[in-house]
């Protein structure tokens, strides 16, 4: 029987927090451990009761959606977090990216694909709705200190590893690397993991956010 997802709900609606919590918790692999109404309760209850994952609200009270992602990020067993909002400006899914988000959704998604992006998420895939995934496409590179500063990064990379940048950033998941690119799933996961650690990155959304500005994809 696969392990249940431990969610954790974060929004300053309590509305919203007992619909999602209704609709998530009967998908029968999810169990809402906890809810939030702001980022300063949602760290401290990540701390109590250990989420895989977090849907964050990002305009709340007190600590907003974007230092909340941040500092749960810095934790030692860090969640997941998936931005789940109205709000779906360049800045606001450039700053919740570089925070440390996983996913980014807007609230009008549909039900089951946001307990499907809950589930892919959880899975260590990061998952952005169509429309983020399309301006993220389309967002050009506006400052060359941006730019540089990411092939500056990007140059600390192996061939083999720059090559598996790209194809993150193209949205392929590691099977798919692996037959693109003629190595075992296993081999792709080290170059991830070396990724991250040369980079200083937390997850594969800010792989992919990098190479964007670098201009690769």
């Known amino acids: ?22 609709m998530l918790d009967g998908t029968g692999d999810i169990t809402v451990v906890a809810e939030a109404g702001d980022g300063r309760e949602a760290v401290t209850a990540a701390d109590a009761h250990s989420p895989d ?27 997941e977090v998936i931005v789940l909002t109205t709000f779906d400006t360049d800045e606001h899914i ?12 807007l609230k009008d998604t549909p039900p089951a ?28 590179v506006t400052h060359t200190d941006a730019y540089e500063r990411a092939r500056s990064a990007l140059a600390a990379l192996t061939p083999r590893e720059h090559d598996v940048a790209v194809a993150i950033a193209n949205g392929r998941s590691n099977a798919e690397i692996a ?12 170059h991830v993991s070396s990724i991250l650690t040369k980079l200083g990155l937390d997850n594969r959304t800010q792989i992919a956010l990098l190479a964007h500005d670098a201009d690769l994809v």
């Open 179 to 190: 037959t693109a690119l003629l190595m075992s799933v296993t081999t792709v996961k080290s």
């Open 1 to 22: 029987m696969a392990r249940m997802i431990r969610l954790l709900l974060v929004d300053d609606d309590a509305l919203v927090r007992a619909g999602l919590s209704m």
């Open 113 to 140: 694909d946001i307990a499907a992006a809950v589930a892919r998420v959880a899975a260590g895939n990061p998952m952005l709705s169509p429309g983020v995934m399309r301006r993220l496409m389309d967002r050009t």
């Open 53 to 79: 994952v977090v849907l964050m609200d990002l305009q709340m009270p007190h600590v907003d959606g974007i230092t909340a992602t941040r500092q749960l990020r810095s934790l030692p067993n860090a969640p």
């Open 94 to 105: 450039v700053h919740a990216l570089r925070a440390g988000a996983s996913g980014f959704l």
